[in-house]
């Protein structure tokens, strides 16, 4: 997905929400050694893929994405709330790239 | 013309092929819709027989609710399997080999009556209906029977209609 597009998604989604333009952006690269699943938790932010990653598991409350899978019909790039995140590979790092909205309030 | 306030259901259903299957889906309330009241959601085991010398309650999968312009989910839950089955203590079998409400075991006609007396009430839930709800559905069935099972979850939407947008000129705006 092109950077522009999510941050137009982004600008929209959040007046959706009610936060019109009262939120800050961070760009956020994680790393995940082989293997590696780490919980992060993101209380009332929104994180959007930017791109799709082979071999990583993303899961949330809004939904899961993972392209290994063959049992599913829709993956979900918009995530909040508590995210896990599974390195699906044994012998080589992730990375997975996040645009990352902070409300103000 | 009226002006009123009308309670009505809406069915929506999604179909499951495959043991662990992730179904995402979108479910469209019509315009005249103000409220969401109520939900009650269901699987019919297709594979079950009118009376068995056991049974098991089983769950068929979690089902979450998201409503457009809102974040995060307003309903979650794990979806009961409705067995219509029935065991020979739900027909008066006390156990030890008597039988204690009048009638005997293997009564077709019993059997068939009390097959269709489930009682069923549903999920409080009292939301503005919002234009479309994005419902996710984990299949957990299909894992623990070992083999991949096709059966229809239904939901069913208790919702509260403005007459008032039923005119015909509001019909043809739509």
């Known amino acids: 997905m092109h950077g522009a597009i999510v941050i137009d998604y982004i600008h929209k989604r959040m007046a959706e929400l009610g936060h019109g333009d009262r939120y800050d952006l961070r760009l956020r690269h994680f790393v995940l050694a082989a293997g590696q699943e780490v919980k992060n938790c993101f209380p009332g932010q929104l994180l959007v893929l930017m791109e799709p990653v082979e071999m990583v598991q993303i899961r949330s409350d809004d939904g899961l994405f993972d392209l290994s899978l063959a049992n599913i019909n829709e993956l979900q790039y918009e995530h909040s709330g508590t995210i896990v995140m599974k390195n699906l590979q044994a012998d080589k790092p992730a990375h997975i790239l996040f645009i990352q909205a902070i409300p103000y309030q | ?174």
């Open chain 2, 1 to 174: 013309m009226s002006n009123k306030l009308l309670s009505t259901v809406l069915h929506h259903h999604v179909l499951i092929r495959r043991r662990g299957q992730i179904v995402s889906f979108q479910i469209t309330i019509p315009r005249d819709v103000v409220r969401i009241v109520g939900i009650e959601t269901g699987i019919r085991n297709r594979y079950c027989r009118p009376l068995m010398p056991w049974r098991r309650d089983q769950t068929g999968g979690l089902l979450s609710l998201r409503a457009t312009g809102d974040k995060g989910v307003f309903y979650s839950s794990y979806v009961k399997v409705q067995t219509n089955t029935m065991i020979p203590v739900d027909l008066g079998y006390n156990g030890n080999g008597t039988w204690i409400a009048g009638f005997g075991g293997w009564d077709w006609l019993v059997v068939n009556a009390a097959a269709h007396s489930g009682h069923r009430e549903p999920d409080i839930l009292d939301i503005t209906a919002p234009r479309v709800l994005h419902g996710t559905y984990t299949d957990t069935w299909g894992i623990g029977e070992s083999r991949d099972i096709t059966y229809r979850l239904s939901i069913y939407l208790w919702v509260t209609v403005n007459d008032l947008y039923n005119t015909p000129e509001q019909c043809m705006v739509q």
